[in-house]
């Protein structure tokens, strides 16, 4: 028996030296892009919310420093997203029933083409701005990464990002939130 040991040794010792390199090498490769790229959730909370100058799907222009004195709720979204698809709903009720309290709701698509939004936004009657967010990385990276969806970015009235939700969040939270804001 303790030959066996003895053998399987160097072989464990291996194993565990390949482990361990590799996981050195994950954390080397994933600290200087997540460096670069902001991965932390709170690392923009309480900046400056970054300027998105885009167009809807209606072809109207929208501009985030259009809206300073107002909340702004950014949803980071996709058609194909069943957990974008369950809180799309709640923005939508959101908005007309806080629109008059100065607060407004814009959807940007991630990567889904422009024509597949009106049908969708039709579908789930969206009462306010959706973004065609596909190929345009500035936004996603200005406000990301955005590596899963949905996205939720709460902006202030004073133009500063409040809260920053990444996956979906229960509807009672999303209204507390927004009540204690407002």
Request: proline share 8%.
């Amino acid at each position: 028996r303790g030959d066996r040991v003895t053998r399987r040794a160097p072989v464990i010792a291996t194993i565990g030296g390949v482990v361990l390199v590799a996981l050195i090498a994950l954390f080397v490769t994933a600290g200087s892009e997540s460096d670069q790229l902001a991965v932390d959730t709170n690392q923009i909370v309480g900046k400056p919310a970054p300027a998105i100058d885009a167009v809807d799907t209606e072809g109207r222009p929208f501009r985030t420093g259009d809206y300073l004195g107002r909340w702004l709720v950014v949803n980071f979204w996709a058609t194909w997203c069943p957990p974008c698809k369950l809180e799309i709903p709640w923005f939508v009720e959101f908005q007309e029933k806080y629109k008059s309290q100065g607060f407004q709701v814009v959807g940007v698509s991630v990567d889904d083409p422009p024509s597949a939004l009106p049908p969708f936004a039709q579908q789930y009657k969206v009462n306010y701005p959706l973004l065609v967010g596909q190929e345009r990385e500035d936004i996603q990276r200005a406000y990301g990464p955005v590596f899963g969806i949905p996205i939720t970015v709460i902006i202030g009235r004073n133009g500063k990002i409040c809260k920053k939700h990444i996956g979906p969040v229960g509807k009672e939270q999303f209204e507390s939130e927004i009540k204690a804001l407002l």
